[in-house]
């Protein structure tokens, strides 16, 4: 696939078919795009927390949904919990000279390796970051002390494409100045 198109049909799907598991090795090739993705100082500072059993994904999704967000998130066959790790010393020494903390850059492509993958994959994704942190942690046995930072659903996605609603290009983009 060209990769415009796979970034044009990319979208943030938000209904899945709960019956419908996702194959093992699709999920495979979505965790190695994830695991591939560049990172500051190569300090690859996180954890992936694969959720896939039916019964734990349901609690995941539940404690996904609050105050009328995220309602969908039961119904994803799979979740993955994004856990910020430890980055290198190269890394947390470039944070703080530079004031750009790197380690959240970092997830921050990974996620969309894991989105774009499982466009890839004839799948739908969504990435959240609205979530009871406390009661995802318990579920998934994630230490009180890790910080985690996503919960990105991963499934057949129910309803079709929708229309990329974006600014339009000159109100994004300059050449050589602001």
């Known amino acids: 696939m060209d990769f415009l198109q796979l970034v044009t049909d990319r979208?943030?799907?938000?209904?899945?078919?709960?019956?419908?598991?996702?194959?093992?090795?699709?999920l495979e090739r979505i965790l190695e795009a994830a695991r591939l993705a560049p990172s500051a100082c190569n300090a690859q500072p996180w954890k992936f927390v694969v959720i896939t059993d039916a019964s734990l994904a349901q609690q995941i999704g539940k404690a996904t949904a609050s105050l009328g967000m995220n309602k969908f998130a039961k119904?994803?066959?799979?979740?993955?919990?994004?856990?910020?790790?430890?980055?290198?010393?190269?890394?947390?020494?470039?944070?703080?000279?530079?004031?750009?903390?790197?380690?959240?850059?970092?997830?921050g492509i990974a996620a969309a390796h894991i989105a774009l993958a499982a466009e890839s994959?004839?799948?739908?994704?969504?990435?959240?970051?609205?979530?009871?942190?406390?009661?995802?942690?318990?579920?998934?046995?994630?230490?009180?002390?890790?910080?985690?930072?996503?919960?990105?659903?991963?499934?057949?996605?129910?309803?079709?494409?929708?229309?990329?609603m974006r600014k339009p290009a000159e109100k994004v983009i300059t050449y050589n100045k602001y």
């Open 11 to 26: 979208q943030s799907d938000r209904a899945y078919d709960a019956g419908r598991a996702v194959e093992p090795e699709k």
């Open 75 to 107: 119904d994803a066959p799979v979740h993955i919990l994004v856990i910020e790790e430890s980055a290198n010393i190269t890394s947390m020494l470039g944070s703080k000279i530079k004031r750009k903390y790197f380690p959240q850059i970092d997830i």
């Open 121 to 164: 994959e004839g799948l739908g994704s969504c990435i959240l970051g609205w979530f009871d942190e406390p009661e995802i942690k318990r579920l998934a046995g994630i230490p009180a002390s890790k910080r985690l930072l996503l919960d990105i659903t991963v499934g057949y996605p129910t309803k079709e494409k929708r229309k990329k």
